[in-house]
Antibody, heavy 121, light 107 residues
Framework: QVQLQESGPGLVKPSQTLSLTCTVS??????????WGWIRQPAGKGLEYIGR???????NYNPSLKSRVTISVDTSKNQFSLKLSSVTAADTAVYYC?????????????WGRGTLVTVSS | EIVLTQSPDFQSVTPKEKVTITCRAS??????LHWYQQKPDQSPRLLIK???QSFSGVPSRFSGSGSGTDFTLTINSLEAEDAATYYC?????????FGQGTKLEIK
């Protein structure tokens, strides 16, 4: 079955760029009408939508992060990625990648296990 | 953006009890409201999509209702394994937004 796996550095220095990749296994990132998204969760807090991308590259970002976020997709590698620039301690969180079925179905139906990113010098 | 407000923030309940969690949207969102369960150190799990449609593999004791601005997640005959934090998510308009979460403790 399809699985998502986040990967990337667990520690990022303040003011630098956080970079994460989500690898889709067990299926093609291009199949169906899927969109692919990123969500984060600071320790002990709730979930925050970061953004989403279609396999054609159409993006939507949370306005609160829009100036710092870039989401991209590499269909040849079955991956999509997140870049968050100028990070601060407030960006410390577990970052999840997730799938959106698309078409008429707009919710996150499949999630990765999450990866903790700590922003600290 | 649409704000989702859940109530209560925390609830302590006994097994076999019936539990109701509500989610109120700051504007009408039709039925574009979805419910998730998150257990400690796990990723969220979709329970209910579009207010009342059960997602594949979810136990029948979980059900959802509502439309417009007011939504409810009901857990009938609570089990110990239902201890978790529950979140609602709206997909009516971008950006998607989540409720703040409701933590369910089993006594």
């Amino acid at each position: 079955q399809v699985q998502l796996q986040e990967s990337g550095p667990g520690l990022v220095k303040p003011s630098q760029t956080l970079s994460l990749t989500c690898t889709v296994s067990g299926g093609s990132i291009n199949s169906g009408s899927y969109y692919w998204g990123w969500i984060r969760q600071p320790a002990g807090k709730g979930l925050e939508y970061i953004g989403r991308i279609s396999t054609s590259g159409s993006t939507n970002y949370n306005p609160s992060l829009k100036s710092r976020v870039t989401i991209s997709v590499d269909t040849s590698k079955n991956q999509f990625s997140l870049k968050l620039s100028s990070v601060t301690a407030a960006d410390t969180a577990v970052y999840y990648c997730a799938r959106i079925p698309g078409g008429s179905y707009w919710y996150f139906d499949l999630w990765g296990r999450g990866t903790l990113v700590t922003v600290s010098s | 953006e649409i704000v989702l407000t859940q109530s209560p923030d925390f609830q302590s309940v006994t097994p076999k009890e019936k539990v109701t969690i509500t989610c109120r949207a700051s504007q009408s969102i039709g039925s574009s409201l979805h419910w998730y369960q998150q257990k400690p150190d796990q990723s969220p799990r979709l329970l209910i999509k579009y207010a009342s449609q059960s997602f594949s593999g979810v136990p029948s004791r979980f059900s959802g209702s509502g439309s417009g601005t007011d939504f409810t997640l009901t857990i009938n005959s609570l089990e110990a394994e239902d201890a978790a934090t529950y979140y609602c998510l709206q997909s009516y308009s971008l950006p998607y937004t989540f409720g703040q979460g409701t933590k369910l403790e089993i006594k």
